[in-house]
T-cell receptor, first 114, second 112 residues
Framework: KAGVTQTPRYLIKTRGQQVTLSCSPI?????VSWYQQTPGQGLQFLFE???????NKGNFPGRFSGRQFSNSRSEMNVSTLELGDSALYLC?????????????FGEGSRLTVL | QKEVEQDPGPLSVPEGAIVSLNCTYS??????FMWYRQYSRKGPELLMY????GNKEDGRFTAQVDKSSKYISLFIRDSQPSDSATYLC????????????FGKGTMLLVSP
């Protein structure tokens, strides 16, 4: 069974640009979460989607947005990039509703903002 | 005070040692406790999942939760070089769609 797939794995952008990251969850998983990981702040929750609806949102500015498609694939977008947005962005899927903690993570998309 | 505190390490031990990794948390509403392992350049993977106070054992790994002290631990027996990774504790307040709050992770280095 294929794991969570994230693309692209690495990307470099400049300040002011925008970026879109993609995540394909494990087949059959309907919940997708996004986390930002930095050395200083660790893993921080961005948002979670279930059945194309945003269920929870973390404490990030409106420049961070996401969406989920009918096939459960998800994208997140960061507009007007800042240097501080450089991070590893991790996508995780859950088997189904009610499965606390059983997050299955992808390998992440490493974003560098110059 | 951050919701979850975890010593970043690195923690260096020789092969075969018993390792103790710890987290403290501040919110008594937390009920679900997890440990994730993250190898370099990889995403975190779930190691242990416990609910409420007590111990849970899985092979060389034992997770311990003390809700009265708001303290959770992960013990690794007979540590191996392949255990070298960053270990993250994660805590959740309730089931379903509750988000996870992660510690910053402890880097463990096991030398042969």
């Amino acid at each position: 069974k294929a794991g969570v797939t994230q693309t692209p794995r690495y990307l470099i952008k400049t300040r002011g640009q925008q970026v879109t990251l993609s995540c394909s969850p494990i087949s059959g998983h309907r919940s997708v979460s996004w986390y930002q990981q930095t050395p200083g702040q660790g893993l921080q929750f961005l948002f979670e989607y279930f059945s194309e609806t945003q269920r929870n949102k973390g404490n990030f500015p409106g420049r961070f947005s996401g969406r989920q498609f009918s096939n459960s694939r998800s994208e997140m977008n960061v507009s007007t990039l800042e240097l501080g947005d450089s991070a590893l962005y991790l996508c995780a899927s859950r088997p189904n509703s009610g499965s606390t903690g059983e997050l299955f993570f992808g390998e992440g998309s490493r974003l560098t903002v110059l | 005070q951050k919701e979850v505190e975890q010593d970043p390490g690195p923690l260096s031990v020789p092969e075969g040692a018993i390792v103790s990794l710890n987290c403290t948390y501040s919110n008594s509403a937390f009920q679900y406790f997890m440990w994730y392992r993250q190898y370099s350049r990889k995403g975190p993977e779930l190691l242990m999942y416990t609910y409420s106070s007590g111990n849970k054992e899985d092979g060389r790994f034992t997770a311990q939760v003390d809700k009265s002290s708001k303290y959770i631990s992960l013990f690794i027996r007979d540590s191996q070089p392949s255990d070298s990774a960053t270990y993250l504790c994660a805590i959740s307040a309730n089931s379903g769609y509750s988000t996870l709050t992660f510690g910053k992770g402890t880097m463990l280095l096991v030398s042969p």
